[in-house]
């Protein structure tokens, strides 16, 4: 336990780190639930690139990044819930344009007054250069994503669930539905930094999606998924202290290794259960 423990104890930057891991584990762990069982995997994926923009604007005013990249991600939450409510245009529809062309501008903002370290730093992330104003924004932006999601918790598994049964019962999906991508922004916003846009997604998805395939109640997953999703910035992290590998990537390829262990374990288990009822 020493070996795993020492490196954090023994550097700050690290410890920092250590700190962004959890905040962006817990937003996105407990938001990701939502976001399997709504299957709204490309719309978190697309979601997490329209916050480039933003970032790419406070880069170049001098502003904090994460500051920048969510009041683009709550702006594009918006116009997406906007574009999705007209039946001539549909949910995908709004979602890819709408990323389409905001990740476009982010990145020519980017070419134009930025550097290429920036768009690295913002597509793959940068874990270890965490600052402390950055876990500030971090946790004050994690502790609203986890404040909605319990008091909306009910509302967002119901109109998952049965969306014509939610309306009939007196919620509003729409809104419902604007407040759920408000929300997801917030979560990717405090991952951004930590493992940038293109490398959210695993965090977001994989941890959910295992702690899914382990249990079907949706409460055992609001609090497994965020644990998978903690440990896997933790090992993330470790693996690139010792392999010396990039920290995003390794926490992201951690996340995929959790779904890929418990698709193996939930396999495992049906072929024991026909086995045992087979011999029964």
């Known amino acids: 336990m020493s070996a795993v423990w020492d490196p954090f104890v023994r550097y700050e930057f690290l410890q920092r780190a250590l700190a962004e891991c959890v905040l962006m584990g817990v937003a996105c762990g407990v938001l990701g639930t939502f976001v399997v069982l709504r299957g709204?995997?490309?719309?978190?994926?697309?979601?997490?690139?329209?916050?480039?923009?933003?970032?790419?604007?406070?880069?170049?005013?001098?502003?904090?990044?994460?500051?920048?990249?969510?009041?683009?991600?709550?702006?594009?939450?918006?116009?997406?819930?906007?574009l999705a409510s007209r039946r001539d245009v549909g949910e995908e529809t709004a979602v890819g344009v709408v990323f389409a062309g905001?990740?476009?501008?982010?990145?020519?903002?980017?070419?134009?007054?930025?550097?290429?370290?920036?768009?690295?730093?913002?597509?793959?992330?940068?874990?270890?250069?965490?600052?402390?104003?950055?876990?500030?924004?971090?946790?004050?932006?994690?502790?609203?994503?986890?404040?909605?999601?319990?008091a909306s918790a009910r509302s967002f598994v119901l109109v998952a669930f049965d969306r014509e049964f939610a309306q009939a019962s007196g919620l509003r999906p729409l809104w419902l539905d604007a407040a759920l991508l408000v929300?997801?922004?917030?979560?990717?916003?405090?991952?951004?930094?930590?493992?940038?846009?293109?490398?959210?997604?695993?965090?977001?998805?994989?941890?959910a999606a295992a702690a899914r395939l382990v249990s079907s109640r949706v409460w055992t997953m609001l609090w497994l998924a965020p644990g998978l999703a903690v440990t896997c910035g933790i090992v993330g992290l470790e693996l690139s202290y010792y392999a010396g590998l990039a920290a995003g990537a390794s926490i992201a390829l951690a996340a995929t290794g959790v779904f890929a262990l418990a698709v193996a374990g939930s396999s495992l288990r049906s072929q024991l259960g026909s086995r045992l009822r087979t011999s029964r």
């Open 183 to 207: 929300t997801l922004a917030g979560a990717l916003t405090v991952a951004l930094r930590g493992v940038g846009a293109l490398l959210v997604l695993a965090l977001l998805v994989a941890p």
């Open 40 to 82: 709204l995997t490309y719309t978190g994926e697309s979601l997490s690139h329209t916050l480039v923009p933003g970032a790419a604007v406070a880069l170049t005013i001098g502003i904090s990044v994460l500051a920048g990249a969510l009041v683009a991600g709550i702006l594009t939450s918006a116009l997406i819930a906007l």
């Open 102 to 150: 905001a990740f476009a501008a982010g990145v020519i903002l980017l070419t134009i007054r930025g550097s290429p370290k920036d768009l690295d730093t913002l597509l793959f992330g940068s874990v270890l250069g965490v600052s402390p104003g950055d876990l500030w924004l971090g946790l004050a932006a994690a502790s609203c994503v986890l404040a909605v999601c319990l």
